[in-house]
């Protein structure tokens, strides 16, 4: 799609005066046969035991519970293909949540850092450290839990509203979906005065993909 044409419909997605919402969702499917949840429990089952096995291996489950988490967020968003293509690591992967928007806190790069120590210099953690990665972990998969919980179908962005009538038919609107497989935007533009408009609007080669989706995100956590 034309670039000027992506442009000024993200104008009338960051107009102050328009609200986004998300008019339906259905339960979400990812396809990982292992959850999150699955390893960060197996972490804690681990944790318990406190020797020296027991706490490599629960520091490994941790890892495993924040990668499994970022590959999720990742296909959700539109860029599971894209980073195998590209072989993204650990740190490209928090990169990106964090530009757009999702919170990655700079101490699950601390873990990855403690995770490649016990992978590759063969240094031992301590149980307060192994303790202080799971506590984060949770926290990071509780925070993230809000965009996995629900596969999210058309957000609206509907017109400024002049009156307190709630006539929301009155007003033009504008939906856009998410096709997290595809990593693309469709558009649908209906008002009044013509036939509902239905287009492509843009997709994870283009770079204005993350300003939709940063509109995606907002509407997600209102």
């Not at 590209?86 to 928007?101: A, H, Q, S």
Request: hydrophobic content about 30%; charged content about 40%.
């Amino acid at each position: 799609m034309n670039k000027n044409i992506r442009q000024e419909i993200l104008s009338h997605l960051n107009d102050e005066n328009n609200y986004l919402y998300f008019e339906s969702w259905i339960p979400l499917k990812m396809p990982f046969e292992l959850k999150p949840k699955d390893f960060i429990q197996f972490a804690k089952n681990e944790l318990k035991l406190e020797d020296d096995e027991n706490l490599i291996n629960s520091l490994s489950n941790i890892k495993r519970a924040i990668d499994c988490r970022s590959e999720e967020l990742l296909y959700i968003f539109g860029y599971y293909k894209k980073s195998k293509k590209e072989n993204w690591g650990f740190p490209k992967k928090t990169e990106f949540l964090e530009r757009i928007g999702v919170v990655a806190p700079k101490i699950l790069k601390k873990i990855n850092r403690k995770r490649n120590e016990l992978e590759h210099k063969f240094k031992k953690p301590t149980i307060e450290e192994v303790e202080d990665f799971y506590d984060i972990a949770n926290l990071f998969l509780r925070y993230t839990d809000r965009y996995t919980k629900k596969e999210f179908e058309d957000c609206v962005c509907l017109g400024a509203i002049t009156d307190k009538t709630d006539k929301y038919e009155q007003y033009p609107q504008l939906f856009f979906k998410l096709d997290s497989k595809k990593g693309k935007f469709d558009c649908c533009y209906k008002s009044l005065e013509r036939d509902p408009l239905k287009f492509s609007v843009a997709n994870n080669r283009d770079e204005d993909y993350i300003e939709f989706l940063k509109k995606w995100i907002e509407a997600i956590e209102k």
